[in-house]
Structure formats: structure tokens, C-alpha cells
């Protein structure tokens, strides 16, 4: 369709051009003349910048319209994103909050951070989204819809038609200029060539004062179309800025928190107290029974129960157990000086009982690589 008026507008400038050649030609003396056309240079120069902001203002327009249309996108799949998030993070959180682990909470722990983290994020998301959609989508759309436009494209139109009009008019007025040169004493005539060429200067006149006015409004619409999508695109860069800084920084502290417990659980130190600890009880087997007495320390009988390994132990003597973090040990005897006896992965011996935390509860595979 645009090229279609593009191509029109050129036909008409070129018959404009070749109407005024031959009126140089043929327009000496009498009512001929330049002046009775109304393709001067001014009234080109108006029609040619009224082309020029049509164009500017529908591309403006168009633009304004794919960024409604693509935030729009944006806030739809945001939103499903925002849903996921939250399912996500309420299941972390829930499986935190139960901690159904029978060999320490360190998981737990965690899922209940990213879960408040993921919170927190979704949160952050569902901010941008409702600034996207209320700063950048919504004025863009009030003013692709507004009356403004067009009310300027109207005004444009309105000028295109009574230009073709007055191109028309000049057609007429040419011909019967023609008319009375060839009849020079036709009253008749005469005054329907004046007729005429009052009717084109009416025309030129209003040509002119609509094509000011419709140039003024589309030149004000251009600007304001400038003007008011790039505060939306710095608006909507602003607003995602600050939504990356805000998640980057709960990352960070996310990653931190997780950090920091996982080094924590891998760390392996040695408990102060080993260096004085007195060596282990020696391993005297007497009916089938360990002796009840060791280097000054006596033996509690309390019954078996499992224990995981906390901290990494390795055996200074044949007697004595070596244990790594994680491993489960049956404690069958545990003394007054800080050591323990029990068994893991088919080996017996002492160890220190500060080394190793109670467990009620095992998962059964746990259970078999004790044996």
C-alpha cells in the first residue's frame, strides 16, 4: 500500500513538472502562467516534509507497537516462571522443615536456604514484571492507541486529498486558459476562467494553511513519539539492571551460607583434647568378653547403637580404628577417657567417642556397609 502511494505521489509531481513546461512554453500574456500552478517549490518543499513525517511517525508507531507486543511476551512467560519458582521453593523449604535425614541436617539446612532464596528471587522477578508492564507497556500502548497521532494523520490526509484536488483544479484552469485563448472574445468564457481560478486559489490557500497545521502536528508527534519510547527503553533497561543486581546479590549470599556449611562438614579437624586423651584400652579378649577395665579406665556397658563418623580418625596402633567422615560404626563399649569400641566395615577396635555423633535412625544400605 506505501508503495503504491510513493509511486503515485511520483506520477503526480512528474505530470506537476511537465504542466509547468509547457504553461513557460505557452503562457506568455493573458491569464497564463507559473503562478497558476501549485507545484512551486514551497508547497514541493511542504509536501515532501509532510512524506517524510508520515513515514517517521508510522515507523515510530510500529516500534512503539513490537515493544508493547514483545513485553507483553515477556510478562506472560515471566509469570509462568514466577509460578514454577514458588512451587520450587515451597517444596525445598518443605523438605527442610521435615528433615527426615537420619544422619545429620546439613541437607536440610540447605534446601531450606534456597528455598528462601528462590523465594526472594521470584519475588525480585515478579517486581520487574509489574514495572515492566506498568512503565514501559502500558504508556507505550496509551500513545499507539492515542488520539494524537491520529489526529496528525488525519490532518495529513486531509491535506493529501485537497492537494489532488487542487492539482485537478489546475488541470481545469489550464484548460480554459486554452479555451479563451483560442475564443479571445468570449465573455462566457471569460468568467468561467475567473470562476476557475478563484476556485484554485482558494484551494492553494487552504492547501497551504492545512499542510502548516498538518506538518505542526506531525512534527509534535514525532517528537514526543522520540521522546517518550526512549525513557520507556532506559525505564526498562533500569528495571532489569536493578533486578540482576538484587538476584546477584542474593546469590552470593545463598552461595555463601551453602558454602561455608559444606566446608564445614568436609573440614576435618582434630579435637584439642587428643593430645591429652590416654591411649586406648587394650583389646583383651577374656571368655569372649572385653576386659572391664583398661589403663585406669573403666568400661560402660550401654547397650549397641550406631554412630556416624564426623570427624576423620586414623588408628596410631593396631587396636585402634581408623574412620572416615560419613562412615557408621556400631559402638558396643564406650569408657570414661573418651575413647569408644565398636566395629566398621568388618574391623574392630577403639576410636575417640568424640569423633562420632548418635544416630537413631540409618538407612538400611548405611547399615550394611558397617559390616
Known amino acids: 500500500m506505501e508503495a503504491i502511494r510513493k509511486q503515485a505521489t511520483k506520477l503526480r509531481e512528474q505530470v506537476a513538472k511537465q504542466q509547468q513546461a509547457v504553461f513557460k512554453q505557452f503562457g506568455a500574456g493573458g491569464y497564463g502562467g507559473p503562478d497558476t500552478l501549485i507545484t512551486d517549490e514551497a508547497e514541493l518543499h511542504q509536501h515532501q516534509k509532510l512524506e517524510r513525517l508520515y513515514i517517521s511517525t508510522r515507523a515510530g508507531k510500529h516500534f512503539q507497537r513490537d515493544i508493547v507486543r514483545g513485553v507483553e511476551g515477556y510478562i506472560v512467560t515471566g509469570s509462568k516462571q514466577v509460578e514454577i519458582g514458588t512451587k520450587f521453593s515451597e517444596d525445598s523449604r518443605k523438605y527442610g522443615a521435615e528433615n527426615t535425614c537420619t544422619s545429620g541436617g546439613t541437607l536440610s539446612k540447605a534446601a531450606m536456604n534456597y528455598g528462601r532464596a528462590r523465594a ?70 471569460a468568467v468561467k476562467l475567473e470562476s476557475a481560478e478563484i ?73 584439642s583434647a587428643e593430645n591429652n586423651m590416654p591411649p586406648p584400652p587394650s583389646y583383651e579378649e577374656v571368655n569372649g568378653t572385653y576386659a572391664s577395665q583398661a589403663h585406669n579406665g573403666t568400661t560402660d556397658s550401654i ?23 560419613g562412615d557408621y560404626v556400631v559402638v558396643r563399649k564406650v569408657t570414661n577417657n573418651g575413647w569408644a569400641e565398636g566395629e566398621c566395615k568388618g574391623k574392630a577396635g577403639w576410636f575417640p567417642y568424640g569423633y562420632i555423633e548418635r544416630r537413631d535412625r540409618v538407612l538400611a544400605s548405611k547399615i550394611a556397609e558397617v559390616f
Do not use: C, W
Open 199 to 271: 476556485k484554485l486559489q482558494d484551494l492553494k490557500s487552504n492547501m497551504s494553511i492545512l499542510g502548516k497545521e498538518a506538518a505542526a502536528a506531525m512534527a509534535a508527534v514525532e517528537a514526543q513519539q522520540q521522546r517518550l519510547t526512549l525513557q520507556r527503553l532506559i525505564a526498562m533497561v533500569e528495571a532489569e539492571r536493578a533486578y540482576h543486581q538484587r538476584v546477584l546479590q542474593i546469590l552470593d549470599q545463598l552461595e555463601g551460607e551453602m558454602t561455608s556449611e559444606r566446608q564445614r562438614i568436609e573440614a576435618s579437624p582434630i579435637p
Open 303 to 325: 547397650g549397641y547403637f550406631l554412630g556416624e563418623v564426623m570427624h576423620s580418625y586414623h588408628g596410631q596402633s593396631d587396636v585402634e580404628l581408623s574412620l572416615s567422615i
Open 120 to 189: 526472594q528471587m521470584e519475588k525480585e522477578r515478579g517486581n520487574l514484571l509489574k514495572a515492566l508492564g506498568t512503565q514501559v507497556a502500558e504508556p507505550l500502548r496509551a500513545m499507539v492507541m492515542g488520539s494524537p497521532l491520529e489526529d496528525a494523520r488525519h490532518l495529513a490526509q486531509r491535506y493529501d486529498r485537497m492537494r489532488q484536488e487542487a492539482e485537478a483544479q489546475a488541470i481545469e484552469v489550464s484548460k480554459r486558459q486554452a479555451k479563451v485563448r483560442e475564443m479571445p472574445g468570449s465573455p462566457e468564457l
